[in-house]
């Protein structure tokens, strides 16, 4: 519902004419834009969260796993690095989240900080918009007696598209500017 309201608040921000809309991304445009990426990314961070912890119902999980696929572009995969091993796995979100619905620790913790843009949104041939959020996880996990047996700090980066879309408002078709994360890319995983 929040998604579906910043879009319809966008649309009508970013109302014009569908011959008259401008693919270029004006700077209070662009001042917008980066704020919903920035959202749809700490939203990402708070379902991350409840999918991994396991005092989530299964239920509520599941829903949340849906809400989470809607911010990324079909196709995204989000990396997975261990301190054990200097191999990335790239996973489908949906396959990522439920990895992450069943790991085998009693009790999980995953915060992300530092969230911030990397690389400004640069104009693509198609109309696109593309760029980078940097974000830092910490993960630990607990065994059943509560003592850390696993804790890691790992970089990543999640691309950012910007699109231009159209929808029907009272009979008028309004463009807007949509915003979907990609992949999210390991960069690095350290203590």
């Known amino acids: 519902m929040k998604r579906l309201l910043v879009t319809l608040i966008l649309a009508v921000i970013f109302a014009g004419n569908t011959h008259t809309f401008a693919q270029e991304l004006s700077p209070e445009r662009k001042q917008a834009v980066d704020s919903l990426a920035l959202e749809k990314v700490r939203d ?11 005092d989530t119902p299964w239920s509520e999980a599941n829903r949340v796993i849906e809400r989470a696929e809607e911010l990324f572009a079909p196709d995204a995969e989000i990396g997975v690095s261990s301190l054990s091993s ?5 996973y489908k979100v949906r396959q990522y989240l439920e990895r992450l619905m069943r790991l085998n620790y009693d009790r999980v913790e995953i915060d992300w900080y530092k969230i911030e843009y990397v690389s400004d949104l640069q104009r693509q041939p198609d109309g696109t918009y593309v760029g980078v959020i940097t974000v830092f996880q910490t993960f630990k996990g607990y065994d059943k007696e509560g ?5 890691d700090t790992t970089k990543k980066d999640i691309t950012v598209y910007v699109k231009r879309k159209e929808t029907q408002i009272g009979g008028r078709t309004i463009g807007f500017w949509d915003v979907l994360l990609g992949d999210m890319r390991v960069k690095e995983t350290s203590r």
């Open 86 to 90: 200097n191999e990335v796995m790239y």
């Open 147 to 151: 003592r850390l047996v696993y804790q």
């Open 44 to 54: 990402l961070s708070k379902y991350i969260k409840l999918v991994g912890s396991k």
